[in-house]
């Protein structure tokens, strides 16, 4: 029962990431929304 609750606020806390990348790798990265948002559209296109 304790695992399948941690791996439900795990599977939770990974789609909240994937929801705000941008943000949280601006953060990260100590850029602007805008550079780390066009950098990733530029890898979807190849």
Known sequence: ML???IFV???AA???A???RV???AKVLG???TRVRSQ???KKRR
């Open 23 to 25: 943000p949280l790798m």
């Open 31 to 33: 850029q602007s929304e």
């Open 3 to 5: 695992g399948f609750l």
């Open 18 to 20: 994937y929801k705000n």
């Open 14 to 16: 990974a789609v909240v």
């Open 40 to 42: 990733i559209e530029r």
């Open 9 to 11: 606020i795990v599977v």
